[in-house]
């Protein structure tokens, strides 16, 4: 198996082997992924940090060893902590990053990076949250200029420490069920059910019966009972499902 690291900004993780092919997801400077599958352009990755899978552009793939791979695996983890921010590479040229990105693992790529960064703080999660607000809705993203509710929510636990999985059905199986929104704390996820009962979105709880969630952008909105009431459209855009608290 062959083992790599991002070495870019952002790398799109696509649903096919073609570059129309819809994002599924999106690597992030300093994640890991591992190699499951290779076509002539492209190499099947399977995120070390989710389990999350897709192609993306072998042209794109920074490659390093299995004891490299584990290494980093190991290791403790600082992000960036500005909306953006650069790297230098090794001929001096800069690399722009976005909040979020694994910059102690610079030093693996021979790059060097001097901003601001941290481990995961967990008391800051919904100072994190606050940090994307306005960003726009981008199916499968994961960057202030481009998020979905689901990497969205998984990004700002990620500053916090804490991992999630990827999609909104799959968070919705980690944690604790609430029995009563009343329940509810800051930084408890919610989720969201469509008329089919599947789970299809999600959003971080805060103070006074508000939440956050990507929906059109990063936003605030009211949640009560009966799901999130948005105040732009004067009426409830989705239904509640369940509280999960996860921290």
Not at 202 to 214: F, K, N, P, R
Not at 220 to 237: A, E, M, P, V
Request: a negative charge; proline letters at 3%; glycine letters at 8%.
């Amino acid at each position: 198996m062959k083992y790599g690291i991002c070495a870019l900004s952002i790398v799109p993780v696509r649903e096919e082997t073609s570059d129309p092919s819809e994002q599924v997801n999106q690597l992030l400077y300093g994640d890991l992924f591992k190699i499951t599958d290779e076509r002539k352009n492209w190499f099947r990755v399977r995120s070390a940090h989710d389990g999350y899978e897709g192609w993306i552009d072998r042209k794109q793939a920074h490659l390093i060893d299995k004891d490299t791979f584990e290494r980093c695996l190991q290791e403790e983890v600082n992000y960036s902590q500005d909306l953006v921010d650069h790297v230098e590479l090794p001929d001096g040229q800069l690399l722009t990053i976005v909040m979020g990105s694994a910059t102690s693992r610079a030093q693996v790529m021979g790059h060097r990076f001097d901003g601001l960064q941290r481990p995961g703080d967990r008391t800051a999660l919904v100072d994190y949250a606050l940090m994307y607000l306005n960003a726009p809705y981008l199916w499968g993203g994961k960057s202030p200029f481009g998020i979905d509710c689901s990497g969205y929510t998984q990004m700002v636990y990620k500053l916090a420490g804490v991992s999630l999985m990827r999609d909104a059905s799959q968070q919705a199986t980690q944690g604790e069920a609430l029995s009563f929104i009343e329940e509810s704390e800051p930084g408890d996820l919610a989720f969201f059910d469509n008329s089919d009962g599947n789970i299809t979105h999600v959003g971080i709880i805060l103070e006074d019966h508000h939440i956050i969630h990507a929906h059109g952008k990063v936003r605030i909105d009211r949640i009560d009972h009966s799901g999130i009431f948005n105040r732009d459209q004067g009426k409830h855009t989705h239904k509640l499902r369940v509280i999960k608290r996860i921290i």
